[in-house]
C-alpha cells in the first residue's frame, strides 16, 4: 500500500506570508495527486488535481507541483480565508485511495 | 447546483449497524461514483470505499472488508452506506463525495455531503 505524509503538521503563518506544504508518497504515485482543504465543522474542499491542475473557483494563490513521490502545495499570499487543514490524497493505486495526515495552517 | 445531501447524525451501541445515505441532486446519479470517507474526532480523512452508482460495483478499503457495505438505489438517486460490528472507534464524521469523472485518471472528489456524525457509545 502507498503511504503519505506531510510536512509539517503544523504550520503557523501569518497574513501576506508565502505558505509551502509537502507531501510525500512512499511509493511514486506519478502525478495522480490532488490536495484539499478542510474548515472545522466542513467538509473538504478540493483545490488541485493531476498535481498541478487548479479546480474551477480556486483563488490562483494556490498551486500545486511535483511528480513521482514529492509535492508541494503553495498559498503564495495567505489570507485569512486560509487557515485550515490541508490534505493530500494520491489515486495513483485507483481503485484504492489514499489521503496524508493533514497539515494545520493557523495564524502565528 | 450539484449538492449531496447526507442522513442526520445518529447514536449506536457497540456491536450495533450503522446505515448513512447520501443523496445527490443537480447531476445524472448514475454518471458518477460516489465515496466514503470518514473522519475521527481530530483525525484526519480516512477512505473506506467507493460505489459505481451505474453497475452497483464497489471496491472497499481491506480495513472495512466484511465489515461494509455500501449499495445504491437508482429510482430515487441515493448511496447507502453500511457499517456493521460497530465499536468506539467508529465514531467519526462520515461523509460522501463525488468523483469527478474527468477524462484520463482522474479520480479527486468535486463535491461532498455535508457529513453525518455517528458516534457509538453504550
Known amino acids: 500500500d502507498i503511504q503519505m505524509t506531510q510536512s509539517p503538521s503544523t504550520l503557523s503563518a501569518s497574513v501576506g506570508d508565502r505558505v509551502t506544504i509537502t507531501c510525500r508518497a512512499s511509493?511514486?504515485?506519478?502525478?495522480?495527486l490532488a490536495w484539499y482543504q478542510q474548515k472545522p465543522g466542513k467538509a473538504p474542499k478540493l483545490l488541485i488535481y493531476?498535481?498541478?491542475s487548479l479546480e474551477s473557483g480556486v483563488p490562483s494563490r494556490f498551486s500545486g507541483s511535483g511528480s513521482g513521490t514529492e509535492f508541494t502545495l503553495t498559498i503564495s499570499s495567505l489570507q485569512p480565508d486560509d487557515f485550515a487543514t490541508y490534505y493530500c490524497?494520491?489515486?495513483?493505486?485507483?481503485?484504492?485511495?489514499?489521503f496524508g495526515p493533514g497539515t494545520k495552517v493557523d495564524i502565528k | 447546483q450539484v449538492q449531496l445531501v447526507q442522513s442526520g447524525a445518529e447514536v449506536k451501541p457497540p456491536g450495533a449497524s450503522l446505515t448513512v445515505s447520501c443523496k445527490p441532486s443537480?447531476?445524472?446519479?448514475?454518471?458518477?461514483?460516489i465515496h466514503w470517507v470518514r473522519q475521527a474526532p481530530g483525525q484526519g480523512l480516512e477512505w473506506m470505499g467507493w460505489?459505481?452508482?451505474?453497475?452497483?460495483?464497489?471496491n472497499y478499503a481491506e480495513k472495512f472488508q466484511g465489515r461494509v457495505t455500501m449499495t445504491r438505489d437508482t429510482s430515487i438517486n441515493t448511496a447507502y452506506m453500511d457499517l456493521s460490528r460497530l465499536t468506539s472507534d467508529d465514531t467519526a464524521v462520515y461523509y460522501c463525495?463525488?468523483?469527478?469523472?474527468?477524462?484520463?485518471?482522474?479520480?479527486?472528489?468535486?463535491?461532498w455531503g455535508q457529513g453525518t456524525l455517528v458516534t457509538v457509545s453504550s
Open positions: 463525495a463525488r468523483e469527478t469523472g474527468r477524462e484520463g485518471n482522474n479520480h479527486e472528489f468535486d463535491f
Open positions: 443537480g447531476y445524472t446519479f448514475t454518471d458518477y461514483y
Open positions: 460505489i459505481n452508482s451505474k453497475s452497483g460495483g464497489t
Open positions: 511509493q511514486s504515485v506519478s502525478t495522480w
Open positions: 493531476k498535481a498541478s
Open positions: 490524497q494520491q489515486y495513483n493505486s485507483y481503485p484504492i485511495f489514499t
